[in-house]
């Protein structure tokens, strides 16, 4: 079974960071894309950042330079480190892998940006 436990989301002013995990049940090694997807309210679910077991990285135009990916192998944890958060920002945070052929997802952490 594979699964994938999202958390670290929070409250945070503008402006501030939050870094978000991801944590796999497998070795991040045996997962071929992880991604990160928001969905706030009212609004389809987007990706903000994945990354392929390769090492190629997409980034939305409205995280670039703000949103970066990264892993600890060790402990089979992906993260998002987030930046200068924008009160735009706010939504739930999803990570999401590509496991043999499947899309696993995790349940989600809600970040919430005040003005």
């Known amino acids: 079974q594979f699964q994938l436990v999202a958390s670290g989301g929070g409250l945070v002013q503008s402006g501030g960071s939050l870094r978000l995990s991801c944590a796999s049940s497998r070795s991040i090694f045996s997962i071929n894309v992880m991604c990160w997807y928001r969905q706030s309210p009212g609004n389809q679910r987007e990706l903000v950042v994945d990354v392929s077991s390769g090492g190629s990285t997409y980034y939305a135009d409205s995280v670039k330079g703000r949103f970066t990916i990264s892993g600890d192998n060790a402990k089979n944890t992906v993260y998002l480190q987030i930046n200068s958060l924008k009160p735009e920002d706010t939504a739930v945070y999803y990570c999401?892998?590509?496991?043999?052929?499947?899309?696993?997802w995790g349940q989600g952490t809600q970040v919430t940006v005040s003005s």
């Open positions: 999401a892998a590509d496991h043999n052929g499947l899309r696993y």
